[in-house]
């Protein structure tokens, strides 16, 4: 399989113009593979410029590759990182039950889980507490249910594809949030193959079939990616409006519909991850990690609601 990896390289200004004495070497800089879950996915870019970012700052080169989404992929991402001669890995692949693979493919060398736990190299977990978030999201739409329509409403649908366990907590966290607000109602799971918006479409589309004439539907999305197929679903069958959804990470995709700038107007909010600040953590920790150091096993990102209302004192400037 085809792989290329895209090579950033960094070093200090201070390595790059220090004066040595004749004939003394001069240190490499650190070198950290990052497998990134899917170009495709504007949240997963923004956490790999996160990452890029900050190793700029601390003078550290970065290899990055692209899974793809796709096990063998991220095999073969982890298999260029044993060439490249990497010192620490954070793994963003998407298949938690594939990591031992993924593991035992790559470099023996401390590992970073993003988002995802990648057992049993991983050191580090980076990322959100999942039940957590998923609960400040669950709220978040059961709260507007009950103020708006007295918790009268026709469906709770919730989109996830139960291939990661940290995925369906984030998942069981959102619909005991909406319920603790809305008890008593019948939630419909919808189950795209993949956290995507391609994927999610046709499964939407079919469930969505299931409740004709319903006009108050509430959606609980894992991340924006399901939750903008969710939409564009409804939009395709004419029902644009039955929607109200809530989804998880706040993806730069999903401003213009936090915005409420686009046909839809039903987007409750969002529960933002602060994707760009992954890079953080994600460093400092394979840093330390490499330099053997110890490091807090989970690294948790903050997290909070985001709304038509607070978008544009949290991201200045996007609601034009």
């Known amino acids: 399989m085809k792989i290329l990896p895209r090579i950033l390289v960094i070093m200090s200004t201070v390595g790059l113009l220090a004066v040595t004495a004749p004939g003394a070497a001069v240190a490499a800089p650190i070198k950290i593979g ?3 879950l899917a170009d495709s996915i504007p949240y997963a ?3 790999e410029q996160g990452v890029e970012a900050v190793a700029k700052k601390d003078g550290v080169q970065v290899v990055t590759c692209d899974s793809n989404l796709s096990v063998p ?4 991402c982890v298999q260029a990182f044993k060439s490249e001669g990497v010192q620490g890995i954070a793994d963003y692949q998407s298949d938690q039950a594939a990591a031992p693979r993924v593991c035992a493919a790559g ?3 401390p590992v970073v889980a993003v988002d995802i736990e990648q057992p049993p190299c991983e050191k580090v977990y980076v990322g959100v507490s999942n039940y957590t978030v998923g609960h400040v999201g669950g709220v978040m739409l059961g709260t507007y249910a009950k103020s708006h329509f007295d918790c009268k409403v026709n469906a709770l649908m919730s989109i996830n594809s139960p291939i990661n366990p940290g995925v369906i907590q984030r998942e069981d966290g959102e619909i005991a949030g909406t319920l603790a607000e809305c008890p008593g ?3 419909t799971k919808v189950e795209p193959t993949t956290y995507t918006t391609a994927d999610t479409i046709a499964p939407f589309t079919d469930t969505l079939s299931r409740f004709p004439g319903a006009t108050r539907i509430l959606v609980l999305a894992i991340n924006d990616d399901v939750a903008i197929g969710a939409v564009k679903a409804a ?10 959804i809530v989804a998880q990470g706040a993806s730069s995709d999903a401003y213009p519909y936090i915005c409420h700038t686009t046909p839809f107007k039903n987007w409750v909010g969002d529960v933002n991850y602060n994707p760009q600040d992954y890079g953080k953590l994600i460093v400092p920790a394979l840093l330390n990690l490499i330099h053997g150091k110890s490091v807090p096993a989970f690294e948790y990102v903050q997290a909070a609601p985001l709304t038509a209302a607070n978008i544009d004192s949290v991201f200045p400037g996007t609601c034009k």
């Open 185 to 187: 109602l019948k939630v």
């Open 73 to 76: 992929q991220a095999i073969s």
């Open 34 to 36: 990052f497998v990134n």
């Open 45 to 47: 870019v923004t956490v």
């Open 107 to 109: 470099p023996k060398v």
């Open 235 to 244: 939009q395709s069958v004419g029902r644009l409006n039955d929607l109200y």
